[in-house]
Nanobody, 116 residues
Framework: QVQLVESGGGLVQAGGSLTLSCATSGNIFVFTTMGWYRQAPGKQRELVAGITSGGTTAYADSVKSRFTISRDNAKNTVYLQMNSLKPEDTAVYYC??????????WGQGTQVTVSS
């Protein structure tokens, strides 16, 4: 069974940076799209960024120009580079992966806390 393992969360001051990683246990090429959602306390889970197997990216308006999603096919890993972090970016960040005919796969989540 394919799994997603996230890392890179932590505590950072406002204006700082963090890089999240999402490593797949299988071949990354089986996934048509991968990306990140986040969920803050008391709020719904929201899409942050996504990247297709062809490299097309999409971002939530709230993170455009601050966050960058990328993928390293050789390492079967997707990254989320987060710059100019704000307290409102505080949330649990979840990696996801989609592939044809299968349900979406989720990572276990990693906490990002931005202090003011």
């Amino acid at each position: 069974q394919v799994q997603l393992v996230e890392s890179g969360g932590g505590l950072v001051q406002a204006g700082g940076s963090l890089t999240l990683s999402c490593a797949t246990s299988g071949n990354i090429f089986v996934f048509t799209t991968m990306g990140w959602y986040r969920q803050a306390p008391g709020k719904q889970r929201e899409l942050v960024a996504g990247i297709t197997s062809g490299g097309t990216t999409a971002y939530a308006d709230s993170v455009k120009s601050r966050f960058t999603i990328s993928r390293d096919n050789a390492k079967n890993t997707v990254y989320l580079q987060m710059n100019s972090l704000k307290p409102e970016d505080t949330a649990v960040y979840y990696c996801y992966a989609d592939r044809p005919l299968f349900q979406r796969i989720w990572g276990q989540g990693t906490q990002v806390t931005v202090s003011s």
